[in-house]
């Protein structure tokens, strides 16, 4: 491989860290051709990209970018790996990985991943992960939150105001 063509999969790269906020970092070493291809039919049906990488060409896309991703390059970018690229739902990727290992339980591990520069390392933090909210579940929730005093205060003066009538009425007839 030339240098252009390593220079021009790191510009990839780096362009696809730039344009995805969530990815994550696995280890499928041990899966067979149609374990991967059988992991990559989950990933398209989540809509997550799904990419085996050299860790160098990971290591220097990512010292490209402006955030620290420092504590990757020790724990992270060891051995085999293979980078999920997600835009919007954080969680799918840890969802996808916790779909394939029901079936295939130590064929692919989660290494680490980057929530909108946040980073997960190990895989003990799959579980983690996977029970993130989105910002429209999270959004609703606090739209909810706010709208509830409101619901007991616009409850109350609809029951009190049939009571109210009645006092009234009452009150008339004497």
Same mark, same amino acid.
């Given at each position: 491989?030339?240098?252009?063509?390593? #220079?021009?999969?790191? $510009?990839?790269?780096?362009?696809?860290?730039?344009?995805?906020?969530?990815? /994550?970092?696995?280890?499928?070493?041990?899966?067979?051709? =149609?374990?991967?291809?059988?992991?990559?039919?989950?990933?398209?049906?989540?809509?997550?990209? /799904?990419?085996?990488?050299?860790?160098?060409?990971?290591?220097? #896309? @990512?010292?490209?970018? $402006?955030?620290? /991703?420092?504590?990757?390059? $020790?724990?992270?970018?060891? &051995?085999?790996? !293979?980078?999920?690229?997600?835009?919007?739902?954080?969680? #799918?990727? =840890?969802?996808?990985?916790?779909?394939?290992?029901? +079936? /295939?339980?130590? +064929?692919?591990?989660? +290494?680490? =991943?980057?929530?909108?520069?946040?980073?997960?390392?190990? =895989?003990?933090?799959?579980?983690? @992960?996977?029970?993130? +909210? *989105?910002?429209?579940?999270?959004?609703?929730?606090?739209? !909810?939150?706010?709208?509830?005093?409101?619901?007991?205060? @616009? !409850?109350?003066?609809? *029951? &009190?105001?049939?009571?109210? #009538?009645?006092?009234?009425?009452?009150?008339?007839?004497?």
């Amino acid at each position: 491989m030339t240098r252009e063509e390593k #220079a021009q999969i790191i $510009d990839e790269l780096k362009q696809k860290f730039q344009d995805n906020p969530h990815f /994550y970092v696995t280890n499928p070493s041990g899966m067979t051709v =149609a374990q991967v291809n059988e992991f990559r039919r989950i990933c398209f049906k989540n809509n997550i990209e /799904y990419r085996v990488v050299k860790n160098t060409f990971i290591k220097k #896309a @990512l010292e490209s970018l $402006d955030t620290d /991703y420092v504590p990757f390059h $020790d724990e992270v970018l060891t &051995g085999f790996s !293979g980078v999920m690229f997600v835009k919007e739902n954080a969680k #799918a990727p =840890a969802n996808a990985i916790i779909e394939f290992k029901k +079936k /295939y339980k130590d +064929k692919l591990t989660l +290494k680490g =991943a980057s929530i909108d520069t946040d980073l997960f390392i190990g =895989a003990d933090q799959l579980e983690t @992960l996977s029970k993130l +909210k *989105s910002k429209e579940e999270l959004v609703g929730e606090i739209i !909810g939150l706010l709208n509830s005093p409101i619901q007991n205060v @616009l !409850g109350g003066l609809n *029951s &009190g105001k049939h009571i109210l #009538a009645g006092l009234v009425k009452t009150l008339s007839e004497r």
